[in-house]
């Protein structure tokens, strides 16, 4: 009954390739993002979601390109990767997208690694 | 530029004390922040939240201060327990707009000995 769920947990590619994360929330949250905590363990907003539309996009590589398909999924796909891509990505979701609304719900986490 | 700090060093204690974490900020006017428990290959946890007319926000051994004057929340675990050893998250909004947009810091790591 895991609240946030994504997949895969650990990704390991060679650079150049495509690859995509997968994340979903059995919340009911209205708002979902993507985060990338680096080796400094710095999280870092990407991206935020509010029922399917876009609603933050921080300066971003236009190589990661979100995608959601409703407002419980929020899919991360990144071309061309780069040894700099190298991170933990976390899917998070809240009840909605105004300021004050409450806390994140954090999924585990996916670690990838560009070699 | 805005920035938000917080113990860059590991913070170690012994059990049963207070541990005491701290989180600055500036160039920022957020309206409430939040504090975040993250352990080792895990994601943040959320643990409270307090707004920027509240001046103190307690749940079971935790308390939180806001001082939008100093620009600076402190983080009070009472009665410290080892099971309380994680990375320590502080996070703001960025202030006014409409979106609900965190900021987190770099996180401080707590260690309590047994």
């Known amino acids: 009954d895991t609240a946030v769920s994504q997949t895969p947990k650990y990704l390991v590619t060679q650079m150049g390739n495509d690859k995509s994360i997968k994340c979903e929330q059995n919340?009911?949250?209205?708002?979902m993002y993507w985060y990338k905590q680096d080796s400094k363990k710095f999280l870092k907003i990407m991206f935020s979601?509010?029922?399917?539309?876009?609603?933050i996009n921080e300066t971003v590589p236009n190589r990661f390109s979100p995608k959601s398909p409703d407002k419980a999924h929020l899919n991360l796909h990144i071309n061309s990767l780069e040894l700099g891509d190298s991170a933990v990505y976390f899917c998070?979701?809240?009840?909605?997208?105004?300021?004050?609304?409450?806390?994140?719900?954090f999924g585990e986490g996916s670690r990838l690694t560009v070699l | 530029s805005q920035k938000i700090e917080q113990n860059s060093e590991a913070l170690n204690i012994q059990e049963g004390k207070t541990a005491t974490l701290t989180c600055n900020y500036t160039?920022?006017?957020?309206?409430?922040l939040q504090w975040y428990r993250q352990d080792p290959g895990r994601g943040p946890v959320f643990l409270l939240l307090?707004?920027?007319?509240?001046k103190e926000k307690r749940k079971e051994r935790l308390k939180v201060t806001f001082d939008t004057t100093l620009k600076q929340s402190l983080f009070h675990i009472t009665a410290s327990q080892p099971a309380d050893s994680a990375t320590y998250l502080c996070?703001?909004?960025?202030?006014?707009?409409?979106?609900?947009?965190?900021?987190f810091g770099t996180g401080t790591l707590l260690a309590v000995q047994p």
């Open positions: 998070a979701s809240s009840r909605s997208r105004g300021v004050g609304t409450g806390e994140l719900f």
């Open positions: 919340l009911g949250h209205d708002t």
């Open positions: 979601y509010n029922n399917k539309e876009l609603i």
């Open positions: 160039n920022y006017s957020p309206a409430y």
């Open positions: 307090i707004r920027e007319n509240e």
């Open positions: 996070a703001l909004d960025k202030g006014g707009g409409a979106t609900n947009k965190l900021i």
